[in-house]
């Protein structure tokens, strides 16, 4: 890369980022796949200059709406010496193989294409997870939000590894994990998705043939690699209509900020049709509830109905 590269937003906001964090030069320089020079350069100009200088003109177009995606992943098992079958405490010189990423599918909402991809027989027998977590990084770089379930605790973290591991730079995208979604808001007997799913009535997981098929795509069996394939796509399906099901219940991002629109847009959906339920109390004030019509959740304005003379009259518990 050299000077006259295009950045974009992320990029440049990534850059002003790890500076607030006192990181240096050459780091900021590894991460950005760029020479400490030009990094140092693009800074100065972008945080000394208008904003829209020096971005990708593609990055400042107006959206109506944010780039959410429904993703999992699978993965191979490690492979390791033990003395027994019941309470192993297994070193790392017992290891043979680490686990890995073994394949992703992803799809984003309101387009029916599916995105994928698992090892082929050589990558699976060598571990060798390059090139699909290149294909994986790809699909999340346009992501402004990613929905899955248990995607917090488990493929989240697999992903990252796997981009620290072949040098690919960390993404920005809220993460919508149904399993907490789940924990959060519900009492199931049993929070894994095949359970839930079944309980409310909707499309399931796939079923598969359990361990010998993940064995077989170990020993790089190409049947078996492109049956564990279908079988990370079936979960997407899956996943989607769960999300849709305990929509109303998400709080952790507001589709709303991702347009320019002045209308009062449910944060949820994005639905203009809105019906008024009231008044919403917390101790510091009172604001206008809202019904949204298409996905049935609640929201509040951010304007204080309470007026001065009101507030200078509340008290508060000491």
């Not at 359970?195 to 993940?214: Q, S």
């Not at 900020?257 to 002045?262: D, M, P, T």
């Amino acid at each position: 890369m050299n000077q006259y590269r295009r950045w974009t937003a992320k990029e440049l906001n990534q850059i002003v980022d790890m500076r607030k964090d006192r990181r240096g030069w050459g780091e900021i320089a590894r991460v950005m796949h760029d020479s400490r020079e030009n990094v140092r350069a693009v800074y100065r100009r972008f945080v000394g200059a208008k904003h829209g200088a020096y971005l990708d003109k593609e990055s400042l177009k107006p959206r109506s709406k944010p780039v959410v995606a429904v993703m999992d992943i699978e993965t191979l098992p490690m492979i390791t010496y033990t003395w027994g079958m019941f309470d192993q405490n297994i070193s790392g010189e017992q290891v043979v193989a680490d686990s890995c990423m073994l394949s992703w599918a992803g799809r984003y909402l309101d387009n029916p294409q599916m995105h994928s991809d698992v090892l082929t027989p050589d990558e699976a027998k060598a571990r060798d997870t390059k090139r699909i977590a290149l294909s994986c990084w790809e699909f999340l770089k346009r992501c402004d939000v990613v929905i899955g379930h248990n995607f917090q605790g488990f493929d989240a973290k697999y992903i990252n590894t796997e981009f620290l591991k072949w040098g690919l730079p960390p993404l920005k995208f809220v993460i919508v994990d149904t399993l907490q979604v789940a924990r959060q808001n519900f009492r199931f007997s049993s929070n894994k998705m095949k359970f839930i799913n079944e309980h409310l009535g909707i499309r399931n997981k796939i079923e598969n043939d359990g361990f010998p098929l993940w064995r077989a795509c170990s020993e790089g069996d190409s049947q078996a690699l492109k049956t564990m394939l279908e079988y990370n796509e079936g979960d997407i399906g899956a996943t989607e209509e769960l999300y849709f099901k305990v929509r109303p219940y998400i709080r952790n991002f507001n589709v709303s900020l991702y347009n320019e629109s002045l209308t009062s847009q449910c944060p949820t959906c994005g639905s203009e049709d809105l019906t008024s339920e009231g008044w919403y109390y917390t101790p510091a004030g009172k604001w206008q509830s809202m019904r949204c019509n298409r996905c049935g959740s609640l929201s509040r304005t951010k304007y204080n109905e309470l007026t001065k003379e009101k507030k200078r009259a509340l008290l508060v518990n000491s």
